[in-house]
């Protein structure tokens, strides 16, 4: 018998989850991932993909419906909390059994000079007092909170040009897709005098480097505290997604 597992991605964890997932059950499992369509390109996914949103909850609730959808995984960013609580709605409303792939938070090491924070706001104050050319490693919901900040200079990485100007009056745009190597980072600091990153506190390797990179070079680093995590049954990372799936479907 066949089963069908929809994955909520846009994440690395998600897209090497879709690989393994197909890798091991074969023809026994059909992979749907889904991306909300943020970026122009995304990087290919093994399996199927759909993009854009469902309608809130219940336009998810409906679509495992129609798509005879018998597994979900929860494996968005941190960060993306909305969705997050939308799958867990709406397993609840269909009983489609849900997992949610929450990846560790970066843990402070010796020599981190961390301010960890509420919010975007509370990150633009903080950053008044550490310098003037901060790197702002946000997206653009987030760098509004900086618009005030007219006496400093920005730099602001992303996958693809913002479809419309940044709300800062002095700003680099420097367009690059992760993960990002310590070489890169220490590079990004040195050659455009760094004085102080901003960053989510998203956890996962993919972007760890930057906070690498900045311990080396003594430079601190204001954390936006991550929103709370989504409802149980969570577990932390692809293998024990794929033990998940191993416990429905069978070795
Ligand atoms: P969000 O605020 O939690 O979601 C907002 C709305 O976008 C959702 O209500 C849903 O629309 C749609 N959506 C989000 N993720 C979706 C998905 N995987 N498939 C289909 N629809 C989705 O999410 P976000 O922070 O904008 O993030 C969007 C996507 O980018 C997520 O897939 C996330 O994994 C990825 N991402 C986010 C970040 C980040 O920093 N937030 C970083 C890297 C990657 P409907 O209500 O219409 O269904």
Redesign the pocket.
Known sequence: MTHRLLI????GEARRLAERALAEFGSRLQVIT???G?TAEPVPIAGMVRQ?????AA??ALYLREQGIDLLIDA??P??????R?AAEAAGMTGVPRLALVRPPWRAQPGDRWIEVADANAAATAVRTLGTRIWLTL?TADIEAFAPLTGHWFLVRRVDPPPAPLPLRQVEILLARGPFALEDERRILAGHRIDAVVS?A?GGAATVAKLDAAREAGIPVVLIARPPPPPEPTIPSVGEALDWLRARLGA
């Open positions: 909520l991605g846009g994440t889904s991306l909300a943020r854009g949103g469902f309608g809130g336009g998810l968005t960013h960060f993306a909390d909305q969705i997050s939308n997206g989510r998203s």
